[in-house]
């Protein structure tokens, strides 16, 4: 078996307007009875994730704060891999008025049209940190922060490969930890430029692409794909400062 695990996005991949459908949820079920894991790579922060996504204990690793945070379902434990937003920032965010927005363990999160005002910020304070989109949503993390560091700290615990695993997505900051995966495939609602660098795309959208590519993924370790493009990493949408 050459491919040892899934790494799937949430919002718009496994989960459609914010929630995974029965069928989601049994496919994940064979994925896991085949011998493979399950890898959760999500922007979202973690109890909103719990409260939204019930059935978290069928991944066997959640990356999640768009890689600043690792989480393991079966031991209910968590590990930091960043250091959270300033005081001064987060000051700053309130006074000019930036709402609404959500802080985790390391992440910033509010929407567009707020990046200007968010990216002013960081430029006025000099702080170390990068702006990344997710369609209408913007992540404000430490510059060396990405689902692909994430998923990468992840793999190292699990004793995987990125060679192994078998990547999934539909946005703009998926778009990294795709590029490091085996097989990077997007779901037919993915963003065209998304959909343009990945080897495969489902025809189905949101779960149901991802059903497709499970019951492949278990069919022939997806080797009816044939032979592949080299991908060249690409980074992530981000405003650096």
Not at 25 to 45: D, M
Not at 47 to 67: M, S, Y
Request: proline residues 6%; negative net charge; hydrophobic residues 40%.
């Amino acid at each position: 078996m050459q491919y040892l695990a899934l790494a799937t996005d949430y919002d718009g991949t496994l989960a459609h307007d914010g929630h995974v459908r029965k069928v989601t949820l049994e496919a994940l079920g064979r994925l896991k009875a085949s011998g493979r894991k399950v890898i959760l790579v999500t922007g979202r922060e973690l109890p909103q994730l719990k409260a939204t996504f019930p059935q978290f204990e069928l991944c066997d690793l959640i990356v999640a704060e768009n890689g600043a945070l690792l989480y393991w379902p079966a031991e209910n434990r968590e590990e930091v891999l960043g250091e959270p937003p300033s005081e001064s920032f987060l000051l700053e965010m309130n006074r000019r008025g930036v709402k609404p927005f959500s802080v985790g363990r390391v992440i910033f999160a509010t929407w567009r049209p707020h990046e200007l005002a968010v990216l002013e910020v960081i430029q006025t304070l000099g702080l170390g940190y990068q702006i990344i989109f997710n369609k209408k949503a913007v992540m404000v993390l430490p510059s060396s922060i990405n689902k692909a560091t994430g998923l990468i700290e992840a793999l190292g615990r699990m004793k995987i490969g990125p060679g192994n695993v078998v990547g999934v997505g539909d946005a703009e900051n998926d778009h990294p930890f795709l590029e490091i995966c085996g097989v990077a495939a997007a779901v037919s609602n993915a963003l065209p430029a998304l959909r343009d660098r990945c080897d495969l795309v489902t025809t189905a959208d949101h779960g149901e692409g991802v059903i497709e590519l499970i019951d492949r993924l278990i069919s022939d370790d997806l080797q009816s794909l044939g032979p592949r493009r080299p991908r060249v990493a690409t980074a992530p949408r981000t405003i650096n400062t």
